[in-house]
C-alpha cells in the first residue's frame, strides 16, 4: 500500500495532464488565489457596463421582410425618427375638454419637444384628430417620435418618463409607452425579480449543501464559487458589451446557469476531493488534488465542453437574440470550467482536511466515509438490476405520458406588458389597450420600395389599392398612407407630386416618403395588440395576399411588412427553420464526443436518446402548464396560448448539455468500475451508487436556483426557470436512477463494445484516471470491509 501511495504522489510525467495541472495549483495555492482575486476585482469594475448595457428583447432576423423593412426606413429616409411612441395622459376625475386636462398636456408636449432623444411630438389638441382622444372623454394620446438606435432609445425612456412625472399637475398622470418604453421597463422588473431569485435560491442551495456535505466549510465553498464564476462572467461580458448588444434575457440565463452549473461542478469536485483526502488519511493533499482533478474534474472539463458546444448551435440561428444567448451562455459556462480548473484546486489544497471543518450536529454521518454498497441508492439500485424490464417499462410509460402534449406546442410572442403593469410603461400600454384600439402603440409598417426609379402613376396606383384593400379588412383601423397626402395637396398620384412631397422638407411627410422619392412607407394600425394571433393573422394576410394581390402585374415593386407583429412572426419562422439544423449539429457532435469519452457505440446512442426523453418531457410539461394554463394559479400568471417563440430551441440546447452533466459524471464513474473489474452488472452498479448522492444533491440545487426564477414576474423567464427545474428533476430521477442502469442491464456486454478498428482509428480520451490512486481507492475499500464491524462505520442512508 505504501508503495502505491508513494507512486501515487510521485507526481511524475507519466501522470494526465489534469493531475499534473491540479498538483500544480496545489502547490502554487496562493499565487492562484491572488491571480483570482485581480480577476474578480477587474470582473466587479466592469459588471456595471453590462448590467447598464442590458436591451429588451430583439425579435430580428437577419434577412427577413421586417429586418430589410427597418433597414429601408433608416436608409432611404431622412427622417431621424426610429421609433414611434406614444405620451398616454389619464385623469379619473377630468375630461379632455376641462382646462386643467388641457393645460396639463399643453405643458408636457411643451417639456418634451426638444428634449433630447424627442425628434417629434404632436398635441393631441392641435392635431385635428379626434382618434386621440378616448371615447370616455378622459384618456389622451400625444404621438410621440424617438430617434437613436435601440439602447439609445431604451436609456432614453426612463429619463424622458422622469420628465412626465415632474410636469403632472392636476390629477392629470402622463405614461410614455410603446416598444422601448417597454423593454426598459422590464429591464428594471428582471433586476428586481433576479435579485429575489438569488435571495431565495442561494440560501436553500446553502441548505442542500449541508445537508449532503455535514459541515460549513464543504458545503459553502462550491456556492462561494458558483458566485464567483457568475461575478466574473458578468465582468467578461462587460467588456464585450461595447461591441455586442446583449438582450436582457442573457441576464437571467447567466445567472441561472452560473449558479447552477457553478455550483455542480464544485460539487462534484469537493465530493471527490473528500474521498481522495479519506484514502491518503490526510497525507499528500497536492496528489489528492491532483487525483481530484483528474477524475471527477476531466468529467467537469468535459461536460463543461459539452454544453458550451450544444450552445454553440445557437450561433446557426439568424437572429441576433440567438447568437447574443449563446455568447452569453458559452463565455459563462468557460468561466466556470476556468474557475474549477484553476482557483478550486488550489482552495482545496488550503483547506487540506480542513474542509470537513465545522461539522453541523446531527449530519456527521455524512462527514464520515461509509460503505456505499450498504446505503439505500445501493439497494434500489440491486433491485433494478433484478427487474430491469419491470423498472424500466415503468418508467418509459411515465416519461411518455409527460412527452404527450409537447405534440400540441405553440409558438407566440409576449411584449412583456402584463409583467410591468405597475410600471408607467405597462400602465400606459393597458390604457391604450383598454380605450383605443391596442395596435396604436405597436403599428405594422408596409415599406414599398421601387429600385428602379421614383414612385410613378403606374406604382402609386398599386400603392393606393394596397391601401384601400388594407382599409377594408375588419382588423386595420387607421392606415397612414402617402396616396391620402397627395389627394389632399390637389397633386394627384403622380411622380411630380411625389418629388413635391419631398421638396416640402415637411418632417411629418419625411416619414412617409423616402429623400429619392423611390419609397413610400405606410403605418397601419390593427384592432388587436401587436402580440395577439388576431394580429399575427392580419400580417399572415397582408404578405400571402393583400400585397401580392395590389401589385400584381406591376414591375419593379418591393412590399415588406415590417413592425413588431411581423417580428414575431419571421422569428417563429426562423426558429422553424433553424431546428432541424441545429438539432444535427448539436447531436451530431455530442455523438462523436460522447464516443471519443466512452469508447462504445451503444452508450452514446443510449445517452442522446434519454437525454432527448427528458427535454421532451420537460417540453411537455411546459406545454401543460404555461400553454394550456394547468398551473396558473399556483405559479401566478395568466396563459397567452404559446409559449415564447425563441424559448423552446434556446432551452433545448441548454437541456442538452445540462443532461450530458449528469449523463457524464455517471458514466464515466461506471467506466472506471468496467475498467477495473469487467463486470457490467458491478460496473452499473457502483457507478450508480457512488453517485447517485452528489448527483441528487448536483440535481436538488439546480431545481432549487431554477425553481427560484419562476417567481419573477416576466413570462420567458417563468418559463425557462419552470422549463429547467423540471427537466433536472426529471433527469436525475427517473432517466439517471432507473431508465439508464435499467437499460444497460438489458444491454449487458453490448455497453461497452467498440469495434477494433475504430477502436485504433479514434483518438483517446479518457475521463476516467488511469494512475495509481484507482488501485489504491480498491485497495482501500476491501481492507475497509474486512475490518471488524465493532471499528466500522454505521452503514448510510
Not at 498538483?23 to 476585482?41: F, K, N, S
Not at 387607421?478 to 416640402?504: F, H, K, N, P
Not at 431546428?579 to 451503444?602: D, I, M, W
Amino acid at each position: 500500500m505504501e508503495g502505491c501511495m508513494k507512486n501515487d504522489t510521485g507526481r511524475d510525467a507519466g501522470h494526465p495532464a489534469l493531475y499534473r495541472l491540479g498538483v500544480w495549483c496545489a502547490e502554487h495555492a496562493w499565487r492562484m488565489v491572488a491571480v483570482w482575486l485581480v480577476v474578480l476585482v477587474g470582473a466587479g469594475l466592469l459588471v456595471p457596463r453590462f448590467t447598464d448595457s442590458l436591451t429588451g428583447s430583439s425579435l430580428g432576423v437577419d434577412g427577413s421582410d421586417s429586418a430589410r423593412a427597418a433597414e429601408l426606413v433608416s436608409e432611404k429616409f431622412d427622417s431621424p425618427v426610429s421609433e414611434d411612441a406614444v405620451v398616454v395622459f389619464d385623469a379619473p376625475e377630468l375630461t379632455a375638454q376641462d382646462p386643467e386636462f388641457r393645460a396639463a398636456v399643453e405643458r408636457v408636449v411643451e417639456r418634451l419637444d426638444g428634449e433630447s432623444g424627442v425628434v417629434s411630438v404632436e398635441d393631441p389638441y392641435t392635431a385635428d384628430d379626434p382618434t386621440l382622444f378616448a371615447e370616455d372623454g378622459r384618456t389622451a394620446l400625444a404621438p410621440l417620435g424617438l430617434g437613436g438606435d435601440e439602447r439609445t432609445r431604451q436609456d432614453t425612456v426612463p429619463r424622458l418618463q422622469d420628465l412626465l412625472v415632474e410636469g403632472e399637475q392636476g390629477g392629470v398622470s402622463a405614461y410614455l409607452t410603446g416598444s422601448s418604453a417597454l423593454n426598459a421597463a422590464v429591464v428594471e422588473q428582471q433586476d428586481k425579480d433576479l435579485a429575489q431569485a438569488e435571495s431565495i435560491g442561494l440560501p436553500i442551495a446553502l441548505l442542500v449543501l449541508i445537508l449532503a456535505f455535514g459541515t460549513l466549510v464543504a458545503a459553502g465553498l462550491p456556492l462561494l464559487l458558483g458566485v464567483v464564476a457568475v461575478l466574473t462572467a458578468f465582468g467578461v461580458l462587460g467588456a464585450l458589451s461595447s461591441l455586442v448588444s446583449f438582450d436582457v434575457f442573457v441576464q437571467a440565463v447567466v445567472t441561472m446557469l452560473g449558479l447552477a452549473l457553478g455550483i455542480d461542478y464544485c460539487l462534484f469536485a469537493v465530493t471527490r476531493q473528500r474521498e481522495e483526502l479519506a484514502l491518503r488519511k490526510g497525507r499528500d493533499v497536492p496528489g489528492a488534488v491532483g487525483a481530484t482533478m483528474a477524475t471527477a474534474g476531466k468529467a467537469v472539463l468535459f461536460s463543461g465542453t459539452t454544453v458550451i458546444i450544444s450552445v454553440a448551435g445557437l450561433l446557426l440561428v439568424r437572429a441576433p437574440v440567438f447568437r447574443t444567448m449563446a455568447l452569453g451562455v458559452m463565455i459563462a459556462v468557460a468561466v466556470m470550467l476556468a474557475v474549477t480548473m484553476t482557483l478550486l484546486p488550489a482552495v482545496l489544497a488550503l483547506l487540506g482536511d480542513r474542509i470537513n471543518k465545522l461539522a453541523v450536529p446531527g449530519l456527521k454521518r455524512s462527514v464520515r466515509r461509509t460503505d456505499p454498497s450498504d446505503s439505500l441508492w445501493a439497494r434500489w439500485t440491486r433491485v433494478v438490476m433484478r427487474r430491469p424490464v419491470l423498472v424500466g417499462g415503468v418508467t418509459a410509460v411515465v416519461l411518455l405520458l409527460a412527452v404527450f402534449p409537447a405534440a400540441q406546442l405553440r409558438l407566440g410572442f409576449d411584449v412583456g406588458a402584463s409583467a410591468v403593469s405597475d410600471a408607467p410603461a405597462g400602465r400606459g400600454y393597458e390604457l391604450v389597450s383598454e380605450k383605443f384600439v391596442p395596435g396604436a402603440a405597436t403599428p405594422v409598417q408596409l415599406v414599398v420600395d421601387s429600385p428602379e426609379g421614383p414612385l410613378d402613376e403606374e406604382r402609386l396606383a398599386a400603392v393606393d389599392e394596397l391601401t384601400e384593400r388594407l382599409r377594408d379588412h375588419p382588423e386595420v383601423v387607421e392606415v397612414i398612407s402617402v396616396t391620402d397626402v397627395l389627394r389632399q395637396g390637389g397633386a394627384g398620384l403622380t411622380e411630380e407630386g411625389v418629388a413635391a412631397l419631398v421638396a416640402a422638407d415637411d418632417p411629418v411627410l419625411d416619414r412617409l416618403v423616402g429623400s429619392a422619392g423611390d419609397v413610400t412607407a405606410m403605418n397601419v394600425m390593427l384592432r388587436h395588440a401587436a402580440d395577439s394571433d388576431e394580429s399575427v393573422d392580419v400580417v399572415h394576410w397582408m404578405r400571402d395576399v393583400a400585397v401580392p394581390e395590389a401589385t400584381a402585374g406591376v414591375a419593379g415593386l418591393t412590399v415588406l411588412v415590417g413592425g413588431l407583429t411581423a417580428q414575431t412572426i419571421d422569428v417563429s419562422e426562423e426558429v422553424s427553420r433553424a431546428t432541424p439544423l441545429v438539432l444535427a449539429v448539436v447531436l451530431g457532435l455530442s455523438f462523436v464526443l460522447l464516443l471519443l469519452a466512452f469508447r462504445s457505440l451503444l452508450l452514446p446512442l443510449s445517452a442522446i436518446v434519454m437525454n432527448l426523453v427528458s427535454v421532451g418531457a420537460a417540453f411537455g410539461l411546459l406545454t401543460w402548464v404555461f400553454q394550456e394554463g394547468a398551473g396558473a394559479s399556483l405559479f401566478d400568471f395568466t396563459s397567452t396560448g404559446y409559449i415564447q417563440a425563441y424559448l423552446p430551441l434556446l432551452t433545448f440546447v441548454i437541456l442538452f448539455g445540462l443532461s450530458m452533466d449528469y449523463e457524464v459524471f455517471l458514466i464515466s464513474r461506471m467506466k472506471e468500475e468496467w475498467g477495473i473489474s469487467g463486470d457490467n452488472t458491478r460496473a452499473v452498479t457502483q457507478g450508480v451508487v457512488h453517485t447517485a448522492k452528489v448527483i441528487t444533491a448536483a440535481a436538488v440545487i439546480m431545481m432549487v436556483v431554477f425553481a427560484a426564477f419562476m417567481l419573477t414576474r416576466v413570462s420567458e423567464v417563468k418559463q425557462m426557470g419552470f422549463a429547467l427545474a423540471v427537466a433536472v428533476l426529471v433527469d436525475a430521477t427517473l432517466i439517471r436512477v432507473a431508465l439508464v442502469p435499467a437499460l444497460m442491464r438489458l444491454c449487458g456486454r453490448a455497453n461497452w463494445w467498440l469495434p477494433g478498428w475504430l477502436d485504433r482509428a479514434l483518438p483517446r480520451v479518457e475521463l476516467t484516471e488511469s494512475s495509481a490512486s484507482v488501485g489504491l481507492a480498491r485497495q482501500e475499500e476491501e481492507e475497509r470491509r474486512r475490518e471488524p464491524a465493532a471499528a466500522g462505520s454505521a452503514p448510510a442512508d
